[in-house]
Structures are given as structure tokens and as C-alpha cells.
Nanobody
Framework: QVHLVESGGGSVQAGGSLRLSCTVSGYTRYVVGWFRQVPGKDREEVAS???????VYAESVRGRFTISQEVSKKTVYLQMNSLKPEDTAMYYCAAGRIFRSGAVLADDFAYWGQGTQVTVSS
């Protein structure tokens, strides 16, 4: 059974940093993506990484967020720097088999975590 657990969310002031973690169990050779959603709005892609370590970022976070992984720990991280109030959202990690070099598509991910809240105050 595939299981994803996110952690690391919290509240921070604008300009601050947070690091989210996503631990995957019951799955191998996967792609992990991070998404975020604000109530009443569409889910937004953030970043993804495949097992060899290739990364893709949404334009809104490129240069501020970094996705990385520790394969031995089956954990993927999302380092978020220079946070802005508009980054406030519930952040979800997801796992799948498809890696796209130019996009992060929610439909490519079959398994999802429960989410972790990130709140950035101005």
C-alpha cells in the first residue's frame, strides 16, 4: 500500500523560509510532485523530481523553491525561501510514474498525501 506523509508546514513572515518533507512508503522508482491549493481556487503545481534527480518548477516558485530528495530515506524535500503571502496554501505531495520535463501535471500522480498548511504573513 502506497502511503505519503508530509511534514514541515507552519507559519512564517514574508521573506522567511520553510522546508517541507514528504516520505513515501510502499512505492519504488517514483516521481514526486508538490502541489498547493487555496480554498476556492484550483490546485496549482509547484515542482517535481524523478528518481535520477531531474527537477521541474512552476514559474511562480522558480528561483525561490528547491526540490530535493534523499533516496535512501524515500523522502523528498521542498525548501521554500523568500516566501510571499501568496505562497499561503495547503501543500500536498504526490507520487506517480510520469516525469515531464516541462510541466507538473496533477493527473500524472496516483497517490497523494494529506497535506500540510503553509501560512505566510505580510
Amino acid at each position: 500500500q502506497v502511503h505519503l506523509v508530509e511534514s514541515g508546514g507552519g507559519s512564517v513572515q514574508a521573506g522567511g523560509s520553510l522546508r517541507l518533507s514528504c516520505t513515501v512508503s510502499g512505492y519504488t522508482r517514483y516521481v514526486v510532485g508538490w502541489f498547493r491549493q487555496v480554498p476556492g481556487k484550483d490546485r496549482e503545481e509547484v515542482a517535481s523530481i524523478n528518481t535520477p534527480g531531474r527537477q521541474v518548477y512552476a514559474e511562480s516558485v522558480r528561483g525561490r523553491f528547491t526540490i530535493s530528495q534523499e533516496v535512501s530515506k524515500k523522502t523528498v524535500y521542498l525548501q521554500m525561501n523568500s516566501l510571499k503571502p501568496e505562497d499561503t496554501a495547503m501543500y500536498y505531495c504526490a507520487a506517480g510514474r510520469i516525469f515531464r520535463s516541462g510541466a507538473v501535471l496533477a493527473d500524472d500522480f496516483a497517490y497523494w498525501g494529506q497535506g500540510t498548511q503553509v501560512t505566510v504573513s505580510s
